[in-house]
C-alpha cells in the first residue's frame, strides 16, 4: 500500500484497530463511534488500553521436549502459549486494520483524490479535501442555532490543529435547507449548486474547453490551476487566499492590486454566533501604507511604520516580530503587507480585536494599545464609559427598549456607541438570539431585575449609570403595575424603611396620605391579606378612593394574588423575579393558588387592636400590632 496513504493515516487505523480489542468491553468504541473516528481525520481518539489477547503471565511453567534431526530442543509451555497467543493477537489486530482499510478505500468518492477536486467531480456535503499534512480541511458545514428557522450551510476551510473556520465561501450567502455540492464544470468554472441556488466562485472569460483542477495546500490555500497537456500546473487561476475573510494565514496579503482593483483584508464577523459580516475591518491604508483597523469605514487604530518586521505601535505586544515577522512589498502593480509565522494565524475578532498567538489588542476595552484614534464621549458620560461596559449582568428588563431596524446589520459594539451618544440611554444589549441587532433603555423607562436560573440576556451599563444607582435604590411593589414607586431610605439605627417622595404635580393631601397610612398600618396585620383572600373579600383591601374606572378589580385581584405568592412560607414556593414581572405584566398567564404567608399568625385582629397606639402631628404616623 506504499504511496496510496499517508503514515498518519495508517497510525490513526492502528489506533483505531487496537481500541477495538482492548480487554474491557465497555473500553471499546461503539460503530458509530468507529464509522466516526475513522470519517472525522480530527476527531480525538483516547490511548488505547491494554488488548483483550495480551498474555501477562502464568503460574506454572511444565517443560516439554521433542527432537528434530538428533537435536533436542526444550521449550516451556509458556513461550508456547505466549508465542501463540502474540502471533493470533496479532494477526486479529492486523486483519481488523486491514477490514478497515478496504473499508475506508471502498467508502471514499472515487471521485476525489484527498486534496483535489477533479473536473466534472463534485464535493458533497458528505465530503472532504484534507491537505497533505491533514492541518487543513474544506468541507460544507452548518451553523447549530436553533433560532433559526431553516438550516444554514457553508463552505469553509477549518485548521485542523484549532478546529477553527479560517476561511468561509459563502460566509454572507448561505445556502438554505439544501447544502448542495462544490463542483468544476467542463469550462473550468468553480462554483457552488444547490437546488435553490447557484454560487460561482470564479468563472472563465470565455467558454472554451480546459484543463483544471482544484487543490487544497498545506497552507490552507485552496487553490484552482489550469493544466498543460500534460498535467503540469500552467498558472493560478482563483485561489482562496485572495478572498480573506476574518482571518490572516501565512502567505495571504493585506493590500490592493492597482491593476484590477481587488482589495485583500479582514472583516470581522457580526457575532461570536454567527458568520455574516460585521463593522470591524483590518486592512491597508492606501494614503499611509500602514496597516488601520475600521470601524464601519472610520479609522480607529493605524499600526504605524514597518521597521525590522514589526509595527510600531506594536512593539510593547507579543504581536512583532518574534511570532509575526511582517513583510511591505509595492510595485506597479501591487502593494501589500504579508507575514511569516510559526505560532498561528492572525484573526479580528467580532468585537474589532486584532487576535494573535492567543493575546488580544483593541482599542475597545482596558489594555488600549498606541495608534488608537477613538471618539470622544460626551460631556454626560464618564471616561471609563468609552472603553468597555464597566458592569453587565444577566437577567431582563421590565419593558421592551427602542429596537433598531434589523436592516442596519448592528453588532454589540455598534449597540453600544448607539447608547454612548444617547445621553438618556441607561442600557443596551443586542435585540436577537444571534446576539446581533440593538435594544436600548432610556433612564428611568424601565428596570433591571438580575436572573440566576440562565432565563434573560446579558444587560449592559454604563458606569456613569452604576454610579448613579448607589446613591438611589429603588425598589418597586406589586403596586409598580400602577406605577407606585418607593425608594429605600435607612435611619440612624440602620433600620431600612420606604420613602414615598410626591411631586410637585402631585394632588394628594394630607386626608390622602392620612388614609394611605392606615391602610399600611392594616396590612402589618400578617392574618389580614390571608384571611380576606381565603374568604373571597380580597377586595376590601382597596382604598375606597379607587373607583372601578381607574382601578380594574381584575388587575388588583392579580396583584393582590401575586403578592401572596411572594410571601408563602417555602421559599422555593415563591417566584422568582422573571416569574413576577410574567405574571404582572401577562394577564393570561395562569397564577398558581398561594399557600400560607410566612408571617402566618393565629392571633385575631381584636387582640391585635388592644395594643395599639397612634400619633399624629401632621407629619407622621406610626402604629404597633403584633406581628
Not at 468544476?184 to 444547490?194: A, F, P, Q, R, T
Not at 468597555?388 to 455598534?414: C, H, Q, V
Not at 374568604?535 to 394574588?561: F, W, Y
Not at 414556593?573 to 405584566?585: A, G, K, N, Y
Amino acid at each position: 500500500m506504499n504511496g496510496s496513504y499517508s503514515c498518519t493515516q495508517v497510525l490513526r487505523h492502528i489506533h483505531i484497530g487496537l481500541l477495538c480489542t482492548q480487554a474491557q468491553a465497555r473500553d471499546r468504541p461503539t460503530m458509530l463511534e468507529v464509522v466516526s473516528f475513522l470519517s472525522n481525520e480530527i476527531a480525538y481518539l483516547p490511548p488505547p488500553k491494554q488488548p483483550g489477547f495480551c498474555v501477562i503471565g502464568v503460574r506454572e511453567e511444565q517443560h516439554n521436549s521433542y527432537s528434530i534431526n538428533d537435536s533436542t530442543n526444550s521449550l516451556t509451555s509458556v513461550q508456547l502459549s505466549t508465542k501463540m497467543i502474540f502471533t493470533f493477537s496479532k494477526r486479529v489486530v492486523l486483519c481488523f486494520i486491514t477490514t478497515f482499510t478496504c473499508f475506508v478505500r471502498l467508502t471514499k468518492p472515487s471521485n476525489l483524490r484527498e486534496d483535489t477536486l477533479l473536473q466534472g467531480h463534485h464535493l458533497a456535503a458528505t465530503n472532504r479535501l484534507i491537505s497533505p499534512s491533514a492541518l487543513y480541511t474544506l468541507r460544507f458545514f452548518q451553523l447549530d442555532d436553533v433560532s433559526e428557522v431553516s438550516t444554514k450551510f457553508y463552505l469553509g476551510i477549518s485548521a485542523n490543529k484549532y478546529y477553527y473556520y479560517v476561511w468561509l465561501a459563502n460566509r454572507d450567502n448561505p445556502i438554505h435547507d439544501d447544502p448542495g455540492v462544490l463542483t468544476i464544470d467542463e469550462y473550468g468554472n468553480l462554483k457552488i449548486v444547490s437546488s435553490t441556488t447557484t454560487m460561482v466562485l470564479y468563472s472563465v472569460e470565455a467558454e472554451r474547453n480546459r484543463s483544471v483542477r482544484a487543490t487544497l495546500l498545506d497552507t490552507g490555500n485552496f487553490v484552482l490551476h489550469e493544466l498543460n497537456s500534460d498535467g503540469s500546473v500552467k498558472r493560478v487561476l482563483w485561489q482562496s487566499f485572495d478572498h480573506p475573510t476574518d482571518t490572516m494565514l501565512p502567505g495571504m496579503k493585506l493590500g490592493y492590486d492597482k491593476l484590477s482593483g481587488h482589495k485583500w483584508s479582514l472583516t470581522a464577523r457580526r457575532s461570536y454566533k454567527t458568520l455574516w459580516s460585521g463593522s470591524f475591518s483590518l486592512s491597508l491604508d492606501p494614503k499611509t501604507n500602514q496597516l488601520v483597523s475600521r470601524w464601519r469605514g472610520a479609522i480607529i487604530w493605524s499600526s504605524g511604520e514597518l521597521r525590522n518586521g514589526s509595527f510600531s505601535n506594536l512593539k510593547s505586544s507579543s504581536l512583532n516580530k518574534e511570532n509575526l515577522n511582517f513583510t511591505f512589498f509595492s510595485n506597479e502593480s501591487v502593494t501589500y503587507f504579508e507575514f511569516a509565522s510559526v505560532s498561528g494565524y492572525l484573526v479580528m475578532d467580532p468585537l474589532g480585536r486584532i487576535n494573535a498567538s492567543g493575546v488580544s489588542y483593541t482599542c475597545v476595552g482596558s489594555e488600549i494599545v498606541p495608534g488608537c484614534t477613538m471618539p470622544q464621549p460626551p460631556k454626560c458620560r464618564e471616561d471609563g464609559d468609552l472603553y468597555l461596559p464597566s458592569w453587565n449582568t444577566f437577567g431582563a428588563m421590565s419593558r421592551k427598549g427602542y429596537i433598531f431596524d434589523e436592516r442596519e446589520n448592528m453588532t454589540i459594539s455598534d449597540c453600544w456607541m448607539k447608547c454612548l451618544k444617547n445621553c438618556s440611554c441607561e442600557a443596551y444589549t443586542f435585540a436577537y438570539k444571534d446576539a446581533t441587532g440593538c435594544e436600548i433603555w432610556s433612564r428611568d423607562t424601565s428596570y433591571f431585575v438580575e436572573s440566576n436560573s440562565g432565563v434573560g440576556r446579558p444587560i449592559f451599563f454604563f458606569l456613569s449609570e452604576t454610579k448613579a444607582k448607589r446613591k438611589k435604590r429603588r425598589i418597586w411593589i406589586a403596586g409598580a403595575a400602577v406605577g407606585v414607586l418607593l425608594l429605600i431610605g435607612k435611619l440612624a439605627n440602620g433600620r431600612e424603611i420606604a420613602i414615598k417622595r410626591l411631586s410637585k404635580s402631585s394632588g394628594q393631601g394630607l386626608e390622602e396620605f392620612r388614609n394611605e397610612a392606615m391602610l399600611i398600618v392594616k396590612l402589618q396585620h400578617t392574618n389580614l391579606a390571608w384571611q380576606l383572600w381565603n374568604e373571597g373579600e380580597a377586595l376590601k383591601l382597596v382604598d375606597s378612593m379607587l373607583n372601578g374606572s381607574s382601578c380594574p378589580q381584575i388587575q388588583v385581584i392579580r396583584c393582590i394574588h401575586v403578592g401572596l405568592l411572594c410571601t408563602q412560607d417555602q421559599a422555593k414556593d415563591r417566584p422568582t423575579m422573571l416569574e413576577v414581572i410574567s405574571f404582572l405584566s401577562n394577564e393570561n398567564t395562569q397564577l398558581p393558588p398561594p399557600k400560607q404567608p410566612a408571617l402566618y399568625t393565629i392571633k385575631s385582629v381584636k387582640e391585635a387592636e388592644q395594643n395599639k397606639s397612634c400619633s399624629i402631628n401632621e407629619t407622621t404616623m406610626s402604629m404597633t400590632s403584633g406581628r
